[in-house]
């Protein structure tokens, strides 16, 4: 079913193309370095050992140029997580999210992503992949409005976007459909928001 999501007013829909563009231009002229990689990746494992044993965590197949979450597969999975990867449908619908394993059959999906062969579960934690960053929680993606309509449907989920520090920008405009995110983990520090007011940056 195609969840409704109106467009951006043209106004908001400029200063994103804008910005977005941007962004990409500066990702593609810097790539992270192994260090940088292996910062994020326990930042982002930190976060999820605050969940109960046995809860659901999505991550993310990586698009090319994207952070590599990958190493944390068998990591999380190995302290008792259920680690769910999304399977990305037509444009304007959800993303569902479905149980890897080690083994497990791996389907190739859009954008030159994989997805398990497995069932569907609803995370409790979801890590969402960003081009840029601010403190308020805003988060710019790459315009396909994926991760918006999914965290909609989510509203119990933890929802926590990744990215390199060098991702921050002073300000992501924001429509009434961005979904604001809880935190964001970096390669440098964890931030916490709440109620739209940075709590951090933290290390706990």
Request: hydrophobic fraction near 40%.
């Amino acid at each position: 079913m195609t969840i409704p999501h109106d467009t951006d007013p043209p106004a908001l829909a400029g200063a994103k193309a804008r910005l977005r563009q941007h962004c990409r231009a500066m990702r593609e002229g810097a790539s992270p370095t192994m260090a940088q990689e292996q910062a994020l990746r326990a930042g982002i494992a930190a976060r999820v050992d605050t969940l109960s044993p046995g809860s659901a965590v999505a991550l993310v197949w990586p698009l090319p140029g994207e952070l590599d979450l990958r190493p944390l597969f068998g990591v999380l999975h190995g302290r008792g997580y259920r680690v769910l990867l999304p399977f990305t449908p037509p444009r304007g619908q959800p993303l569902s999210f479905h149980h890897w394993h080690p083994g497990v059959t791996m389907c190739n999906g859009r954008f030159a992503t994989r997805h398990p062969d497995g069932h569907a579960y609803v995370p409790d934690m979801v890590f969402v992949p960003l081009l840029a960053f601010d403190r308020r929680g805003g988060r710019l993606g790459y315009g396909g409005g994926y991760y918006d309509r999914t965290l909609a449907r989510l509203p119990h989920a933890v929802a926590i976007g990744y990215g390199l520090a060098a991702q921050e920008v002073a300000q992501i405009p924001m429509g009434v459909h961005d979904v604001p995110l809880s935190g964001i983990v970096t390669d440098r520090e964890w931030i916490r928001y709440i109620a739209g007011h940075v709590d951090g940056p933290a290390r706990d």
